[in-house]
Structure formats: structure tokens, C-alpha cells
């Protein structure tokens, strides 16, 4: 592999000089770090969860305290993944990326060496606020790779943002029962310097900013605002009712804050997303498919089947190790092959065509599912379905198009909106179907994939709105 500085001037490393889309070993350095970077962050993500017990007994806390080391990193994430993504418009994606893993390196430091649970909450802040590598890297992708190689890679990374192939929880329990769950945070600073290292010495250096003018904070800062009201709204209403006191004030704080951001985006001469361009085809049916798409597919295989798996009273009776190696390792492994696969069809036939079929397919296995909620063999064999396509048809796609419909002179601006889209799809589709499966019975757990079903299909309308952009339509 060649550096940085060398990929610049070496022609044999590039398709076409003038536009610095590279090739070669210089292509293979690039999509190795960006991969090594989304993996740097999403071991946070997935890695922790089996050790969240031995974080309580350590620490002295208690599961319900322990519980905001994932909510609070989520949370972090939303917000992290749309203002640090977008900032690398105005000072350089490399630079940007650089940041961005520097804070996880910090943020893995104070996990490592915390003494108490309020220095490791503040600890996986900064490791959620990191999401932001995965924006960063779609943007790379897009701006330094051919159209064909774009698509593959890009499902690569998809595929990563899955789980790393549903095994990294599994060696997350590992080594939490042999070592401790310091031993995690060892492994993950281990990785991130590695990715540090290698985004300096293999990512080129940027040409000029992708947007001209300055970091729009204010717009930031009331956007942030109205995530963070909307994720503990949604959290709120499904836990307390969505007519809780508490609830309603969230509520009344998501749209305070979002209707401050509008009133500021219309005032800003470089907004984090014109107002005009949130009203395009090209760019909210991104947004609502994606909310739609997690909201209903995403609940289904982590959340539903999985509790109706462990019912020994209505379900199938399973113990936690064997639902997950049944119901969530095999999809998360097939989406390792099928995203990829899924990127290399969409930049040769259509990038919204494949996520109508996928959203199709999805839709007739939810609907298999909902209508035989008590065969397990068929639910088994409709999860690896979603498998390819939610995995890797859908997540491919939605990520892909994040990328493609940005408005040019903004291009993480919607990336970063659509990442918000994932976190905020996936609690809310948990939070609608909760009361149904904790009413019991078989019935209260057919209620949700009906539920799940009626939204997907909602996220496939969604698509059929989406307007492909001109610089979609050139890639």
C-alpha cells in the first residue's frame, strides 16, 4: 500500500486524474481503513451488551443504572453522527474522520480507567458521538471511488454497520467471562489506534472544502436539541404511556426545538440543511423510509421474534445464547455477503429500485411471519430472508441513497440526517410494539408483526415518493 502523499501523484492509482477517483492498491488502503474505522466504532455498539451484568457488579450499580451505558451511547450518536459528519464539509473529511476517532480514543480511555459509573457514562458519550465515522466514510467512498466500486464498498461497510457478522457480542461475552469487561474497552483501543493510524497514512489529503462558508452551530444545537427530546419522547411514551405527563413534555420539547431550527435554517446564508431542499422528493422519502424501514423490520428481528423465542409460556421456550445464535447471528452473517452483492446490483440497475424490491420482499415475509407466529422452523426460515433483503438489499440501499440525494453543496448533510433516522426508527418501532408482546399470549405477539407489517408497508410506499436527484442519476 501506498500513503496518502504517493496515491496524489502515482497515475497507476487513479481511474482519471481530474476527478481523483483511485484505484489499484490505493483503493484497497482506502476501503480497508474506512472498514477498519466503522469496525473501531461499532464493537461499541454490539460488543458491550453481554457484559452490561458484570459492569453492575463491578461498579456496584444496579442493571437500571447500568442500562444508560447503550441508551445514553445511542443517544450520543444521533446527535454526533449529524453535526461531526457535517462539519467535515467545511474542514475536510480526513480531518474530520481524524477528530472523530480521536474523540472514540478518548472516550475508550475513560472507559478503560473509570472508577464509577458517572466517569463511564461520560465515557460512551463520547464513544456515541464517534457514529459519525460511518457518515464520514460513505462520503469518502462516494468522492473517491469509481460508481461501480462505490456500490460494493459501500455495502461492505453496511454490512459491518450490522453487527461484525453477529459474532462480536458472542466474543464480547468471551472475554468478559475470562478477562472482565475492562478487557473490551483493551481491545477496542487497541483497534481505534490502529484505524487512527491508518486513516492518517492511507485516507488523501482533501482539495478545498465541500461547502463553502461556515459550520451552521446554532442550527446544530437546536437540531440536537429536538433528537434528544424525541428519542427520550419515544422512549418515555413506551414505557410510561404516550399520554405520561413527562411524555407530552418531550413531545412539546421535540416540536419547540425543531420549529427553532426551522426559523434558523431560513436565516442562515450556509443552513445544515436548507429548508427548500428538506421539502424535495430527492430528500425527505430518504428519511421517512428509512424511520419506516427500522420502525417495522428492524423491531421484528431484534426485538419481537426475539422475545417470543425465550416465551417458555407462548413461544418457543429457547435460553438468551440460543435465540441469539438462531434468530440474530444468522442474519447479521448473510448480510455480509448479500450488502455487498446488494451495492454492486444498485449502482448497475438503480439504487431505488433495489430498495422497492427489497422493501417488497420484506413486506411478504413479515406478513409469513404475522400469519404463523408459532411455527418456529418458518419464522427461522423468513429471518434468514430478511436476512438478505432488510440486510442487505434494504440497509444497503437506504445508506447508499443517503449518500446520492445529499444536495452538492451539503454532502453530509443528509447522511447524517438519515443515520438520526436509523436510532430514531429503531426506538420507536420498539416502543409501539412493546405493549402488544408484553400483553401474552400468542395473540399479543401476532398484534406486533401486524403492527410491523402495516409500517413496512408504509416504508414501501415512502419509496415510491423518492425522486432520484440529477447527481444520483450521474453516478
Not at 324 to 345: K, N, Q, T, Y
Request: charge should be neutral.
Amino acid at each position: 500500500m501506498t500513503s496518502s502523499s504517493a496515491t496524489a501523484d502515482g497515475p497507476s492509482d487513479l481511474i482519471d486524474g481530474t476527478e481523483g477517483k483511485l484505484r489499484g492498491s490505493a483503493a484497497v488502503g482506502l476501503v480497508a481503513t474506512l472498514t477498519l474505522a466503522v469496525v473501531a466504532f461499532q464493537l461499541n455498539a454490539s460488543m458491550l451488551a453481554p457484559a452490561l451484568p458484570d459492569i453492575a457488579h463491578t461498579l456496584g450499580e444496579s442493571l437500571d443504572a447500568v442500562s444508560h451505558v447503550s441508551s445514553l451511547f445511542f443517544l450520543a450518536g444521533a446527535v454526533g453522527g449529524v453535526l461531526l459528519a457535517r462539519w467535515s464539509d467545511f474542514i475536510g473529511r480526513k480531518r474530520g474522520l481524524l477528530i472523530v476517532l480521536s474523540i472514540l480514543t478518548v472516550g475508550t480511555v475513560l472507559c478503560l480507567l473509570a472508577p464509577n459509573l458517572t466517569l463511564l457514562l461520560i465515557g460512551r458519550v463520547f464513544q456515541g458521538a464517534s457514529s459519525a465515522a460511518f457518515q464520514l466514510s460513505y462520503v469518502i467512498l462516494n468522492e473517491k471511488l469509481s460508481r461501480k466500486m462505490f456500490g460494493t464498498m459501500l455495502g461492505i461497510l453496511t454490512a459491518v454497520n450490522g453487527g461484525v457478522g453477529g459474532i462480536d457480542g458472542w466474543v464480547g461475552g468471551l472475554l468478559t467471562d475470562a478477562f472482565g469487561y475492562r478487557s473490551l474497552f483493551v481491545v477496542i483501543l487497541a483497534i481505534g489506534l490502529i484505524a487512527l493510524f491508518s486513516v492518517w497514512q492511507f485516507v488523501p489529503a482533501d482539495h478545498g472544502a465541500a461547502s463553502a462558508g461556515r459550520m451552521d452551530w446554532w442550527g446544530a444545537g437546536a437540531l440536537s436539541l429536538g433528537l434528544i427530546c424525541l428519542t427520550y419522547f419515544v422512549t418515555t411514551g413506551g414505557g410510561s404511556g404516550w399520554t405520561d405527563p413527562l411524555t407530552l413534555a418531550f413531545a412539546a420539547g421535540t416540536v419547540a426545538s425543531l420549529i427553532v431550527f426551522v426559523l434558523i435554517e431560513k436565516r442562515r446564508a450556509t443552513p445544515l440543511i436548507a429548508v427548500d431542499q428538506l421539502k424535495s422528493r430527492c430528500v425527505w422519502p430518504v428519511i421517512t423510509t428509512t424511520v419506516l424501514a427500522l420502525s417495522s423490520v428492524f423491531t421484528v428481528i431484534n426485538f419481537t421474534v426475539v422475545l417470543l423465542s425465550q416465551d417458555a409460556d407462548h413461544g418457543y421456550g429457547l435460553n438468551a445464547a440460543t435465540s441469539a445464535l438462531m434468530f440474530l447471528a444468522p442474519p447479521a452473517l448473510i448480510g455480509l455477503a448479500a450488502a455487498p452483492l446488494a451495492g454492486w446490483l444498485a449502482a448497475r440497475i438503480g439504487w431505488a429500485l433495489i430498495l422497492r424490491i427489497g422493501l417488497g420482499l420484506c413486506v411478504a415475509a413479515l406478513i409469513v411471519i404475522a400469519l404463523s407466529p408459532g411455527s418456529t422452523w418458518l419464522v427461522f426460515a423468513m429471518i434468514i430472508v430478511l436476512g438478505i433483503t432488510y440486510n442487505g438489499l434494504v440497509l444497503t440501499t437506504a445508506n447508499g441513497l443517503g449518500v446520492l440525494q445529499s444536495p452538492p453543496e451539503a454532502p453530509s448533510a443528509l447522511p447524517s440526517m438519515n443515520s438520526a433516522a436509523f436510532g430514531i426508527g429503531a426506538s420507536l418501532g420498539i416502543a409501539i410494539v412493546a405493549p402488544f408482546t408484553a400483553s401474552g399470549g400468542i395473540g399479543g405477539y401476532a398484534s406486533a408483526l401486524w403492527i410491523s407489517t402495516s409500517i413496512a408497508v408504509l416504508a414501501l410506499i415512502s419509496s415510491f415518493t423518492l425522486k432520484t436527484s440529477p447527481q444520483a442519476m450521474a453516478r
